[in-house]
């Protein structure tokens, strides 16, 4: 099978906005490759279609039903496949493919077994209603380890898939404020994400008063998060003369910002929630720019320690910063930036749904 000239409902638990991860990215991957690509955002209080590319469409809708997981199994299953109808008369099109991923909704595939039905859990936080979902759905794949193995409990169709990363064929120049000489530390996403350790950062910002420190994304309620106050030590770290808080950038803003960058930043509370944070998808984008990375315990890449420097506990992570930035001309030798640009450059997402139509085609699902 291929994954083209085919009509797919992709389900996310993030609304279509300014800001991609990876389920925008493989929506906009897939109508690149030639199928009708309909991205169904979270529930709202109406039906709506908006054509983005042209063959790329976003659906607004809203569900009949509420509290389908507290339902018999047989009677989510008839609901599900009665709102599958419904958004296929909506649009006009018949569903040869359903790629869930968000497993609170349509989490419960039995009828739907004419189509190609795909769960595809990219964040922990994401796989609920497991058992069921798992059970009926022709694959499974999973960001991690950790939720391959739950997968694992259900399917004997379930496949760990890392993450992909997005090319941008014309990237565009981003101006930074601050002094072009000084050491430039940088944080690319949703600033209002609860993992984030903001005392932390604090602390690196206020230890290292002659490195910039620049944080690109929402810091307010966007297509990410409904979140609206920003965390204390957000606040503090506004007020430190050497922190710069540029906003959103779009898609062909990123290279830019990154490439501007002299470390990256990953700073997470790993400790507290190691196995939602075993493969962020920033990762890999970070990585695309070959700079050095200064991250917290990353579980996915503990046997790949070469591409970044990790440590096992967060409180050494302000010594390892500092031992960075001492020798940036070590850590950004132009060999071990090669590295990380060609480990990241193997994992673009059409690399990835080849990968996807590779097991597809082995264990032998769809047409």
């Not at 690149?32 to 908006?50: S, T």
Request: aromatic share 10%.
């Amino acid at each position: 099978m291929k994954l083209t000239n085919k009509t797919i409902l992709l389900i996310s638990p993030e609304a279509w906005g300014s800001n991609f991860v990876s389920k925008h990215h493989y929506a906009t991957t897939l109508a690149v490759r030639g199928n009708w690509v309909f991205f169904l955002n979270p529930p709202g209080k109406r039906f709506g279609i908006k054509n983005i590319d042209k063959n790329l469409f976003v659906l607004d809708y809203r569900p009949s039903w509420r509290g389908l997981a507290r339902m018999p199994d047989w009677l989510s299953a008839r609901i599900i496949a009665k709102e599958i109808q419904k958004l296929e008369k909506f649009c006009g099109v018949y569903f040869d493919i359903i790629w869930n991923l968000d497993s609170s909704r349509f989490f419960n595939l039995q009828r739907l077994a004419k189509k190609l039905r795909i769960s595809h859990i990219v964040d922990l936080s994401e796989d609920k209603n497991p058992k069921l979902l798992c059970t009926t759905a022709d694959l499974c794949l999973a960001s991690t380890h950790f939720i391959l193995e739950r997968q694992k409990r259900y399917s004997a169709n379930a496949f760990k898939l890392g993450h992909g990363v997005a090319t941008v064929a014309n990237p565009k120049l981003v101006k930074l404020p601050g002094a072009n000489q000084r050491v430039k530390a940088g944080y690319l996403g949703n600033l209002l994400i609860r993992y984030l350790d903001w005392e932390l950062i604090h602390r690196l910002v206020t230890s290292h008063p002659h490195v910039d420190f620049y944080f690109a994304g929402p810091a307010k309620a966007s297509n990410l998060s409904n979140d609206t106050a920003p965390p204390e030590w957000l606040g503090k770290a506004q007020q430190q003369p050497n922190t710069y808080f540029i906003g959103e950038l779009k898609a062909a803003e990123i290279p830019s910002f990154l490439q501007q960058m002299d470390v990256l930043l990953l700073t997470y509370q790993a400790h507290k929630y190691k196995e939602q944070l075993a493969n962020p998808h920033k990762l890999l984008e970070y990585l695309t720019s070959g700079k050095v990375v200064v991250a917290s315990w990353t579980d996915e890449y503990k046997d790949k320690r070469h591409l970044l420097e990790m440590v096992e506990n967060y409180v050494d992570l302000p010594t390892k910063f500092k031992e960075v930035v001492a020798k940036l001309d070590q850590y950004n030798s132009p060999e071990k930036q090669q590295m990380r640009k060609n480990w990241a450059l193997a994992n673009t997402y059409e690399i990835q749904i080849q990968r996807i139509e590779q097991i597809i085609n082995k264990i032998h699902i769809g047409n």
